[in-house]
């Protein structure tokens, strides 16, 4: 997140024959150790975020512009291509004060080795108000920061786009960093990074997988990065991690004036437990839930 470097795959949401399930339900070893959210609730305050161990932030604090406010009411949940999707809003009128940014979580540490998903719809452009603003939009695992330089910090960048740059960056660029750790101020970091600068404006699917020392980071099906614990710093994760989407202004330089609203999208998002799959195979699970009816199951407690 900061100034991490993440990678973002886009994985093709492929067709596959229903399950035979009863709706809303999971069973059987695609359910065992997995973790699938299609996003079917009303809004922020939907009691059913909590029961499925969505957590929406609200407050102050990092990431971001120091002073901005993480709202809770720019997450919400519409309909996009007939489907139901989860949406990140974030505005600035260009002062601290005037800015909003945007967190789904889930808190709950148990995200470690396995596969990752997510189909996600990135922006280049704001949905009103004038372009430029340095947002960043994303999705990503971490675990706490405990001290300076904490030698078990974890966090895997799955994707962290920047349609109008930032951190001395030309936008558009999209980041895949996996860390080994980081002291806040003065900022020092140690990690492995890559990017494919080139806009990913529109829907995508993120995968990654994490296996025997290697995090293997794919858009759309291709490998793009990856990062292994060879090199001055081992970047394999050390410990459970959650599971993130945000969307945050790096800064205000180049707001041009009025209020700007940026919008990150997500389908869907799919974990497998210490299971490695194809990107392919990683989608077809999402669908084959999807087409049985299934909106949401987790089976990471244990199977």
């Not at 199951?297 to 244990?302: A, E, F, N, P, R």
Request: proline letters at 6%; a negative charge.
């Amino acid at each position: 997140m900061r100034r991490s470097r993440l990678i973002t795959l886009a994985v093709t949401t492929l067709s596959v024959a229903a399950l035979g399930l009863a709706p809303g339900t999971a069973s059987g070893s695609a359910a065992c150790g997995a973790l699938f959210d299609d996003f079917h609730y009303a809004s922020h305050t939907d009691g059913l975020l909590a029961q499925h161990g969505w957590q929406v932030r609200s407050g102050g604090g990092g990431p971001g512009v120091a002073g901005a406010r993480w709202a809770p009411e720019g997450i919400t949940f519409p309909t996009s291509d007939g489907d139901k999707v989860l949406q990140l809003a974030s505005a600035t009128d260009g002062t601290p004060a005037g800015t909003t940014q945007t967190e789904i979580t889930q808190p709950g540490r148990r995200f470690f080795e396995g596969t990752y998903a997510a189909r996600i719809r990135f922006s280049d452009a704001p949905s009103s108000g004038p372009d430029g603003d340095r947002i960043n939009q994303t999705f990503f695992t971490i675990s706490p920061l405990r001290y300076d330089n904490d030698p078990i910090y974890s966090e895997l960048d799955f994707s962290e786009y920047l349609p109008n740059g930032g951190w001395g960056e030309a936008g558009p660029v999209n980041f895949q960093t996996s860390w080994h750790t980081y002291t806040p101020d003065p900022w020092y970091a140690e990690n492995k990074s890559d990017s494919q600068r080139r806009s990913i404006d529109g829907w995508h699917s993120v995968a990654a997988t994490v296996s025997d020392g290697h995090v293997r980071y794919y858009i759309d099906g291709a490998l793009v990065a990856d990062h292994d614990r060879g090199g001055p710093f081992d970047v394999y994760p050390r410990q459970d991690m959650s599971l993130n989407f945000n969307q945050w202004f790096i800064d205000l330089t180049q707001h041009a004036g009025g209020m700007s609203t940026y919008l990150e999208q997500v389908d869907w998002v799919y974990y497998a437990k210490n299971e490695v799959l194809s990107p392919q195979v990683a989608a077809e699970r999402a669908a084959s839930y999807r087409a049985s009816g299934v909106r949401f199951t987790d089976g990471t407690g244990g199977c």
